[in-house]
């Protein structure tokens, strides 16, 4: 697993319910479009996971490549020092 964070941008279905002309009209007929963070586990031709935590995998979440619009990598140096250390525990 890769210890560099990033930003999963992916696309997702939308639905209404009822009678949407309206929606049509003015086009908002858009799949919605989101962001995750986390760090990239495995990445192959048809998938993306990625964990919420790191070194130890928490909960993973797993993309069809299809939706990923985009994978920006975070500079973890940035956002802190971080300690990877799993011997130590905060109290």
């Known amino acids: 697993m890769k210890n560099n964070p990033v930003i999963v941008r992916w696309i997702d279905i939308t639905s209404w319910n009822g ?5 049509v009209d003015s086009n908002l007929d858009e799949p919605a ?4 963070l986390g ?3 495995r990445k ?3 998938k993306l996971s990625i964990s919420d935590t790191y070194p130890e995998i ?3 979440t797993v993309f069809p490549m299809g939706v990923v619009k985009s994978i ?3 500079d973890a140096k940035k956002i802190g020092k ?3 250390s799993s011997s130590k ?3």
């Open 39 to 41: 760090f990239v586990v």
């Open 19 to 23: 009678w949407n002309g309206d929606i």
């Open 82 to 84: 971080r300690n990877t």
């Open 44 to 46: 192959t031709k048809s």
């Open 33 to 36: 479009e989101f962001f995750t």
């Open 58 to 60: 928490g909960t993973l």
């Open 72 to 74: 920006e990598k975070i």
């Open 89 to 91: 525990r905060h109290r």
